[in-house]
T-cell receptor, first 114, second 120 residues
């Protein structure tokens, strides 16, 4: 059974710092991995999607990497800002799973202090 | 604005009530989803619809009943719920179910803001 783990559960950093969020998954047979952002009491916003054959994706100050063989992904945020404060969720779409079924981690709650 | 709207945003109901959650997507997508987000648990997929047909029901109790009358609308009908059903219910949509290959992102899911449900 595919399981997704995100460490740390919470992270507090000063503004301007570069930071890395970690995601690991137990079964490397995945189609893709996606990072989402969730603001308090709100829905999810897709940040980056990495297909299984890709190693990284970049969008602005965000860079996500994927090492499928080791079951790991990282989300790198450069020059963090208070507006980056949110919960970041990682999800994988696994082979053999139900159609459209994303397996989510519990998230990392990020707080960027001014 | 994600293009996916949900109503109501907040709902309080008793265990004997019947209520419905509504989701509408303005993105021209073919697939829609219901998720449940409970405190301290990962997001859980409940139902998946593709082209208005249910393709997945993840062992959800029958007190939750989905309905997809057309590709733009998705409902979740609630009856005789339990207090442990209190959660944030999220709707999402995607162009297709996927997978769409190396260069395709047709399965990227776009989420609504959710309905915060409290069952007393």
């Amino acid at each position: 059974k595919q399981e997704v783990t995100q460490i740390p559960a919470a992270l507090s950093v000063p503004e301007g710092e570069n930071l890395v969020l970690n995601c690991s998954f137990t079964d490397s047979a995945i189609y893709n991995l996606q990072w989402f952002r969730q603001d308090p009491g709100k829905g999810l916003t897709s940040l980056l999607l990495i297909q299984s054959s890709q190693r990284e994706q970049t969008s602005g100050r965000l860079n996500a990497s994927l090492d499928k063989s080791s079951g790991r992904s990282t989300l790198y945020i450069a020059a963090s800002q208070p507006g980056d404060s949110a919960t970041y969720l990682c999800a994988v779409k696994a082979y053999g799973g139900s159609q459209g079924n994303l397996i989510f981690g519990k998230g990392t709650k990020l707080s960027v202090k001014p | 604005e994600t293009g996916v709207t949900q109503t109501p945003r907040h709902l309080v109901m008793g265990m004997t009530n019947k209520k419905s959650l509504k989701c509408e997507q303005h993105l021209g997508h073919n697939a829609m989803y219901w998720y449940k987000q409970s405190a301290k648990k990962p997001l859980e997929l409940m139902f998946v619809y593709s082209l208005e047909e249910r393709v997945e029901n993840n062992s959800v109790p029958s007190r939750f009943s989905p309905e997809c009358p057309n590709s733009s609308h998705l409902f979740l009908h609630l009856h005789t719920l339990q207090p442990e059903d209190s959660a944030l219910y999220l709707c999402a949509s995607s162009q297709d179910l996927g997978p769409s290959g190396v260069f395709g992102n047709r399965e990227t899911q776009y989420f609504g803001p959710g309905t915060r449900l409290l069952v007393l």
